[in-house]
Every structure is written in structure tokens, then in C-alpha cells.
């Protein structure tokens, strides 16, 4: 098993949703590229933290 956090910071507010850009670590690929999130969830929030855990 092995674990990434990926950083992500506020890109664009569409209709119900926020549009986030991965900041990947320099010299490394993106994971994810775009996250969407529900505004509910959200909210005013600039930065969010996605931890993903790969099992094999």
C-alpha cells in the first residue's frame, strides 16, 4: 500500500460545485489535475488536502 497528499488551491466556483488545481511537487507529474468539490462542502475554502491511499 502506498499513500500520496495532494494539495489543491482554488481555481474557479461553477454553478454548485468549486474547481480546484492540484500543486504538484516540483519535478513531479499531477496525480489528479482537476477536483471538483460541492459547494456545500466547500465552502470559502482556498486550499484543501486530498490523501489518497493506493492498495495493491
Given at each position: 500500500?502506498?499513500?500520496?497528499?495532494?494539495?489543491?488551491?482554488?481555481?474557479k466556483?461553477t454553478k454548485?460545485?468549486?474547481?480546484?488545481?492540484?500543486?504538484?511537487?516540483?519535478?513531479?507529474?499531477p496525480?489528479v489535475?482537476?477536483?471538483?468539490?460541492?459547494k456545500?462542502?466547500?465552502?470559502?475554502?482556498?486550499?484543501?488536502?486530498?490523501?489518497?491511499?493506493?492498495?495493491?
Amino acid at each position: 500500500m502506498s499513500k500520496a497528499v495532494v494539495k489543491f488551491t482554488f481555481e474557479k466556483e461553477t454553478k454548485n460545485s468549486v474547481r480546484y488545481k492540484e500543486e504538484p511537487e516540483e519535478g513531479k507529474a499531477p496525480i489528479v489535475g482537476s477536483l471538483y468539490v460541492q459547494k456545500w462542502f466547500a465552502g470559502n475554502s482556498k486550499q484543501i488536502t486530498v490523501t489518497i491511499d493506493k492498495h495493491d
